[in-house]
């Protein structure tokens, strides 16, 4: 929308924005890949003086990391899943019913997605407590869904409006039930926004921290974001394990981000806050 | 029932339905498979199985947190103690002042940064597209890789910060950026800054695409700079999305659980516990479930004011625009 390319002065800026956004995690590549007996060296060196990969070795073989990137993707997925389920209905009715006290549920939706993690640590801890359900992964899905399912709602009700109503009326007048239109047409319609709502979902409860923090104190029901703050005691720090699993616990976002990323821009707007 | 359909949902919104034969045999098949199928097709029922499960996992735990801060350990009846408490305690004022601090430093970085991003991205350069992927890196990546990260650049002796700053000579002897009860919370607001610059970043590119060009033609016209364009019309226009994001910053700044907790812990001494994890540190550490509903309800109030001021713009400016 700007009239054209005024001087070369925006790449000075450009520059300058680029190393503030991406050098801390040059940094944690290089520093994966660097010995410990080099990482606590004075005066440190940029480039790894031996490339090694021993950080990798002891995080993949000698650490419960492999158990808990398996515990992370069991729980990101059942949530996500889970999520996508209870949110297509709902979403429908949302874009495609009128009735009493929709908006009043719409905002009352908006307010669940919006709300932070800490106010209900303590609420779920005692529900969690009562199922019998605290240390284990089906519990971490239960509590995972209140991020994943306003989240879908809201991001599945715009792309259930997008979708032209004609197609919809020609199966109604054909007979078909609203159930059956929402299975058969809107959601194989929708499958490019499902994907975007799967993967962001995906991605928020990966990240998760402080649920997991307080509800899966158990080596065996550990996540990914756990385990990494783990091997950060008080008086003995492996920064180079640190920074390797870092890198790993990494991959699959990037991943994600890089073949996504342009729809994935416009998704990560609709849901920012949950820390 | 909340959700009763003001008319039989099978109909067609208004406006949409077809005229004339289709609509009757439409209508009339309809009637038959509603008693059939006891009017499952009513949108309550599509709504059901969501709010249900919201309801299960927001409401009713809500309740007996509600039941907990106004009892004791024992289940017995205290009223308001658990709240006169929980405010009197010096942790929750030290909190208190320490989130307010962290929040408001951090919106101001992140807004001035933000926009300033924001801008530049929407001019037109070589790799644009990569550039606006690559400033997003921050806040793609998982908070607590982020806080292990900074925690490395910040150590003391071996920190890539200090090693920096000494042989600069902008410092004279290192710092101990998370153990020097001055220095922790400024230094934990940049990391914070660090995180979600990008997304105002984001906020404000798609504001500003949203915003007429023939606003800058005229002042191109007229022979305006660039820093003319930017005073007069750019963050003119751009009021209502910042007001906006900054509600959701202060949302997700009052929630920074994760870089804080695995940075410091909330230490040294308090210095960077901000409420939210102090929450935690009550009802994990001291193991004081009562006070930390207390607490908890107290944090959800003033959450909701702030969730509630942001939805009212939003809507607004939805009206408006």
């Known amino acids: 929308m700007k009239l054209g390319v005024r001087t070369g002065w925006v790449y000075l800026p450009v520059s300058l924005l680029l190393a503030v956004a991406f050098l801390p995690f040059l940094w944690m590549i290089l520093s994966s890949f660097k010995s410990l007996a080099e990482l606590y060296h004075i005066p440190i060196t940029w480039l790894p003086n031996v490339f090694t990969l021993v950080n990798y070795e002891k995080v993949l073989f000698d650490s419960n990391v492999p158990r808990y990137f398996v515990n992370s993707t069991i729980v990101s997925l059942g949530s996500t899943v889970l999520g996508l389920i209870f949110a297509t209905p709902a979403a429908y009715a949302f874009s495609r019913f009128q009735f009493r006290g929709r908006s009043v549920w719409q905002i009352l939706i908006l307010m669940s997605h919006l709300l932070p993690t800490a106010a209900l640590i303590v609420p779920l801890y005692i529900f969690l407590g009562y199922l019998n359900l605290l240390n284990s992964l089906l519990g971490l899905v239960l509590v995972y869904l209140v991020l994943t399912l306003p989240l879908s709602i809201w991001m599945l009700t715009g792309y259930f409006k997008s979708i032209p109503l004609e197609i919809e009326e020609a199966a109604l007048i054909d007979g078909a039930s609203r159930w059956g239109v929402l299975l058969r047409i809107m959601l194989p319609l929708s499958l490019p926004g499902v994907v975007v709502i799967f993967l962001y979902s995906f991605v928020a409860t990966w990240n998760e921290f402080i649920f997991a923090l307080s509800f899966a104190s158990d080596d065996t029901v550990k996540t990914l974001p756990i385990g990494l703050a783990e091997f950060s005691t008080e008086y003995d720090t492996d920064w180079g394990a640190i920074m390797a699993a870092s890198v790993i616990m990494s991959l699959p976002i990037a991943a994600i981000f890089l073949g996504l990323q342009r729809v994935f821009v416009g998704g990560l707007m609709a849901g920012a806050t949950k820390g | ?321």
């Not at chain 2, 498979?33 to 996992?57: G, K």
């Not at chain 2, 710092?175 to 105002?200: C, E, G, Q, S």
């Not at chain 2, 695995?262 to 040294?268: C, D, K, V, W, Y």
């Open chain 2, 1 to 321: 029932m909340h959700a009763e359909a003001k008319e039989p949902s099978r109909q067609l919104p208004q406006g949409l339905t077809p005229p004339g034969k289709p609509r009757v045999v439409a209508k009339s098949r309809s009637r038959l498979r509603d008693t059939v199928s006891l009017q499952l097709d009513r949108p309550f029922f599509f709504i059901l199985p969501a709010i249900a499960l919201l309801a299960t996992f927001i409401l009713y735990p809500f309740v007996s947190t509600i039941l907990l801060s106004v009892t004791d350990s024992d289940h017995a009846w205290v009223g308001a103690e658990n709240y006169v408490r929980i405010i009197e305690s010096e942790r929750t004022a030290r909190a208190t002042l320490n989130t307010i601090y962290f929040v408001a430093a951090s919106i101001i970085l992140q807004l001035i940064l933000g926009t300033a991003a924001g801008i530049l991205l929407n001019e037109r350069f070589k790799g644009q597209a990569i550039v606006r992927a690559l400033t997003l890196i921050p806040w793609i990546v998982p908070g607590i890789v982020g806080a292990m990260t900074w925690a490395w650049m910040f150590h003391t002796d071996y920190g890539v910060i200090n090693s920096l700053f000494l042989s600069l000579g902008i410092i004279d002897e290192p710092v101990r950026w998370l153990t020097n009860p001055t220095v922790v919370l400024p230094a934990l607001v940049v990391v914070n800054v660090w995180k979600m610059f990008p997304f105002v970043a984001i906020m404000v590119l798609a504001g500003l695409q949203a915003i007429s060009p023939s606003l800058y033609e005229a002042a191109r016209v007229d022979g305006a700079t660039f820093w003319e364009e930017v005073r007069y019309i750019t963050l003119p226009q751009l009021r209502t999305i910042l007001a906006s994001i900054s509600l959701l910053l202060i949302i997700a700044g009052v929630n920074s659980i994760t870089i804080i907790y695995a940075m410091t812990r909330g230490g040294p001494a308090d210095r960077s516990l901000i409420t939210s994890i102090q929450i935690f540190v009550e009802a994990f550490q001291y193991f004081n479930f009562n006070q930390a509903s207390a607490l908890s309800l107290m944090f959800f109030a003033v959450a909701t004011a702030f969730i509630a001021a942001h939805i009212w713009i939003e809507r607004r400016h939805a009206r408006e625009g």
